[in-house]
């Protein structure tokens, strides 16, 4: 059986046994308990996430201390505060675990590294990246054009199993409305 990466990664690009095995060198694996972070506000993010088990979760906090979440991330999705990753600046975002977690995880120096030694997978990451902006853009759309129904709607439909791990509460602060107005929505 391939390793998940594996598969993952050959969604996108070919590699050999012998260029899995140097692109897996690169990785570290770790185990994060529920409610752990893996990256505070003001930290810079030197990591970038691979989630092999479990749910995790970017937000922030507004002036008046209400969470935002930015993106939910399980099985086989990436997670990192981008703009702190690609920039090594502060975090604005906080990531932490909704479940407990076992993640794969490249620095940000040997992501440099491992691109500019094997270019698959500067291919790989440059796809991913253009997925990631598609699924960004479609998102500010949904949230300037659809009703807050229609915008719950298609999250369920596109991510059905998200909404058997994560608690409403977070669903709402997703959708950036208050747990009233979901369970309305339910209703």
């Avoid at 790989?124 to 479609?138: E, M, V, Y």
């Amino acid at each position: 059986m391939k390793h998940p990466l594996r598969q993952h990664i050959e969604e996108i690009i070919e590699l050999t046994d012998k260029e899995f095995d140097f692109v897996l060198s690169y990785f570290k694996s770790i185990k994060k308990r529920k409610h752990q972070y893996v990256l505070q506000e003001g930290e810079i993010a030197d990591k970038e996430y691979w989630v092999i088990k479990g749910c995790l979760k970017s937000y922030f906090f507004d002036e008046k201390g209400k969470e935002h979440i930015l993106q939910f991330a399980m099985e086989n999705w990436w997670i990192t505060d981008y703009e702190s990753f690609v920039k090594q600046t502060k975090s604005k975002t906080f990531i932490d675990c909704i479940e407990d977690s076992e993640l794969l995880y490249i620095s940000f120096e040997d992501r440099d590294k491992l691109t500019a030694t094997m270019h698959k997978m500067e291919r790989f990451w440059a796809k991913k990246s253009k997925i990631g902006r598609i699924a960004l853009q479609n998102r500010i759309l949904s949230l300037l054009k659809n009703s807050t129904k229609e915008q719950y709607n298609l999250l369920l439909d596109q991510y059905p199993k998200l909404f058997q791990r994560v608690p409403k509460k977070m669903i709402a602060a997703y959708l950036g409305v208050s747990r009233e107005t979901l369970s309305r929505l339910n209703s």
